[in-house]
């Protein structure tokens, strides 16, 4: 995960909007990915954005891509206490390039909500 | 179907023991992977398999030795671990190696302890 920054921990209220962020290295990366991973479980693929895109809205989630400053932002309206997990970011840089083709973890950003 | 199925869930085992992790998927993905995974770390790639063959090898130690009998089966056979192989492997595959579009989909993994 060198390639990917990530804050370390992120805790709100329940109700609150939680924002985690996350900075890339790899401008070549056509897709950006947000996992989560709840205690003692896989990771569940929530959501990824194409790099011509600016924001992404799905439901309660909202992703922004700074293309530019290489940065990628999940927002999380109306935080729940389900919502307490872990959220990685990753990237796939393209095949031809350092690490291409392999799926690239940023340290994973722990959020905890607090009711 | 979906999903990526791993099992066991839970294996606890020696260091002098022989056993194999379990990983199938029914979705037609040709690229399957296993990566490690300490807690509240991000997963480490170790294996990756493109059309049935053995495509990256992340300098992993031999007591680790991969297997893909068939496009919807992966197997992680273990021998002579060490306790610091204790970890959560989790299996994922994706539509080919690199296809970034769908990223990649994630069994729940296994919980493997050495004693």
């Not at chain 1, 309206?77 to 959220?87: E, F, K, L, N, R």
């Not at chain 2, 990566?35 to 007591?63: D, G, H, T, W």
């Amino acid at each position: 995960g060198e390639d990917v920054e990530q804050s370390l921990f992120l805790s709100v209220r329940e109700g609150d909007s939680s924002v985690i962020n996350c900075t890339y290295t790899d401008s070549s990366s056509t897709y950006l990915y947000w996992y989560k991973q709840e205690p003692g479980a896989g990771l569940q693929l929530l959501t990824y954005i194409f790099s011509n895109m600016d924001m992404k809205q799905d439901q309660r989630l909202t992703v922004l891509l700074n293309k530019k400053d290489k940065h990628l932002s999940l927002r999380i309206a109306d935080t729940q206490t389900g919502d307490s997990a872990i959220y990685f970011c990753a990237e796939i840089p393209p095949r031809g390039y350092n690490q291409g083709g392999k799926l690239i973890f940023g340290q994973g950003t722990e959020l905890s909500v607090k009711p | 179907d979906t999903e990526v199925t791993q099992t066991p869930k839970h294996l606890v085992m020696g260091m002098t023991n022989k056993k194999s992790l379990k990983c199938e998927q029914h979705m037609g993905h040709r690229a399957m992977y296993w990566y490690k995974q300490k807690a509240k770390k991000p997963p480490e790639l170790m294996f990756v398999y493109s059309y049935e063959k053995l495509s990256i090898n992340e300098s992993v130690p031999s007591r680790f030795s991969p297997e893909c009998p068939n496009s919807s089966l992966l197997n992680l056979h273990l021998h002579a671990l060490q306790p610091e192989d204790s970890a959560l492997y989790l299996c994922a595959s994706s539509q080919e190696f690199g296809a970034a579009n769908y990223g990649y989909t994630f069994g729940s993994g296994t919980r493997l302890t050495v004693v």
